[in-house]
Nanobody
Framework: QVQLVESGGGLVQSGGSLRLSCAASGRTFSSYAMGWFRQAPGKEREFVAA????????YYTDSVKGRFTISRDNAKNTVSLQMNSLKPEDTAVYYCAADGRPGAATLVAGIDYWGQGTQVTVSS
């Protein structure tokens, strides 16, 4: 069992930055690929970024490449998402996710554990 708790969301102006953090419980954190997903009102949950178990590989959806950076600290059981140059279309609830399957945490259907979500609102 893994419990995920996100923090760091909020309201920011277009062009601003936010850093999301996710704290994981349990001693098996390093056995999970981790990801961030988001869901805007009236839309399906979508993949944003993922990182491999040892942090050596990262993956991003095209719309955030060059603006967002995912990182993890296995010693502290945390995963973070640094979001720069934010746009109004980045407004959504952001979810931390853990995937225990081989490969990366890029598919909603493959996620084993979800956080409760944190709201990110970008004003124009």
């Amino acid at each position: 069992q893994v419990q995920l708790v996100e923090s760091g969301g909020g309201l920011v102006q277009s062009g601003g930055s936010l850093r999301l953090s996710c704290a994981a419980s349990g001693r098996t954190f390093s056995s999970y690929a981790m990801g961030w997903f988001r869901q805007a009102p009236g839309k399906e949950r979508e993949f944003v970024a993922a990182i491999s178990r040892n942090g050596g590989n990262t993956y991003y959806t095209d719309s955030v490449k060059g603006r967002f950076t995912i990182s993890r600290d296995n010693a502290k059981n945390t995963v973070s998402l640094q979001m720069n140059s934010l746009k109004p279309e980045d407004t959504a609830v952001y979810y931390c996710a853990a995937d225990g399957r081989p490969g990366a945490a890029t598919l909603v259907a493959g996620i084993d554990y979800w956080g409760q979500g944190t709201q990110v609102t970008v004003s124009s």
